[in-house]
């Protein structure tokens, strides 16, 4: 019997967590500097040696892109905050409604608010001794999932009473979301009002020399899009699928080809109705809501392009959150 005077300790429950990459707190150039300094610090980011890096980062970088940033986030700015981070909540939340009581559910950004650090302290504080820790990237990068390791090790690190952790793997082939993707991009294109000659499937890029260096992230959109492509040649007949990276930054060759030049040469080369997703992206953001949506409209039409649709990612509608919950319930098998 415990003696009167002990604390109650909650344990014994069971937690998962996800995790996306991050975003500002405001749409303001304070904010994003904020932000961007802690992205853009991460040697998984940035594999510049630091001695170099840092004077471009703080001398250049950190003195001029945040107001375009800002202005940026500004455009896709909602009333419940970033796109993202409210995206993410809301698949936190169906998540927690699948899963039922038995399990807690929560979700943190890698950089900015709500980190990592707090939310498996706060996990682990509310009762869960075991806890699935949940990138929500398909495809593996050590820019993204990697990195998401490394806070965790390091939160884990300043923890004296750890809890028991699992992670998710990549799940860019696996058939749960091939078949979320199929789904749910063959009924975004049956609402458009328009038939697409094609269908474009953009990723976020990275440098080329990650891909020499051995990272499986090209390897991983490449299989994707080869797995999607088997699926929609059934079901779009006469809609072509094309492969692109997007968001490159610097002098560095990027990953190819890159999606505002395919965008530019497919209009320039006849294509006049084209739709674009991005199923690299679990949840829309500043990548796909105003990168795609507004700049790679402008590009497109701007080399002659007439018909223009940005699909939406899986975010947190059905075929999205099927996806994830048989996911995640397998990865929770035993616990």
């Not at 923890?159 to 991009?185: C, F, G, K, N, S």
């Not at 890159?258 to 500043?286: K, Q």
Request: glycine share 8%; with cysteine.
């Amino acid at each position: 019997m415990l003696p009167s005077d002990h604390p109650t300790i909650a344990t014994g429950g069971v937690g998962v967590l996800l995790v996306n990459l991050g975003t500002p707190d405001a749409p303001t150039p304070d904010a994003v500097r904020r932000y961007l300094a802690e992205f853009l610090s991460d040697r998984r980011v940035v594999e510049i040696p630091p001695i170099a890096w840092k004077p471009i980062l703080h001398g250049i970088i950190l003195r001029t892109r945040p107001a375009k940033s800002a202005h940026a986030y500004a455009q896709v700015w909602t009333d419940k905050g970033s796109p993202l981070a409210a995206i993410t909540a809301g698949q936190a939340e169906a998540l927690q409604a699948r899963l039922g009581d038995g399990v807690k559910v929560d979700w943190a950004m890698r950089y900015g608010n709500p980190s990592i650090p707090s939310k498996l302290q706060a996990m682990k504080d509310g009762g869960c001794e075991r806890i699935l820790v949940a990138p929500l990237y398909p495809q593996y990068s050590g820019a993204t999932t990697a990195s998401v390791m490394d806070s965790l090790s390091a939160a884990l690190g300043e923890m004296r009473w750890q809890p028991a952790v699992r992670t998710l793997p990549p799940y860019y082939d696996d058939a749960a979301y091939i078949d979320a993707l199929e789904e749910d991009l063959v009924a975004q294109v049956a609402a458009l009002d328009f038939v697409p000659e094609v269908l474009l499937l953009s990723y976020h890029g990275m440098p080329e020399r990650t891909l020499h260096l051995g990272d499986p992230y090209h390897c991983h959109c490449r299989k994707t899009s080869r797995l999607l492509l088997e699926r929609l040649q059934h079901r779009l007949p006469g809609v072509r699928v094309e492969t692109s990276f997007q968001s490159r930054f610097g002098r560095a060759k990027w990953l190819e080809p890159a999606t505002e030049t395919v965008l530019a040469a497919e209009a320039a080369s006849g294509t006049r109705r084209l739709a674009i997703a991005a199923p690299g992206f679990s949840a829309d953001c500043v990548e796909t809501l105003e990168e795609l949506a507004i700049r790679g409209r402008e590009v497109f039409a701007e080399a002659g392009g007439e018909r223009y649709a940005v699909l939406a990612c899986l975010n947190d509608r059905e075929p999205g959150m099927v996806m994830l919950e048989t996911l995640v319930r397998r990865e929770l098998g035993g616990w």
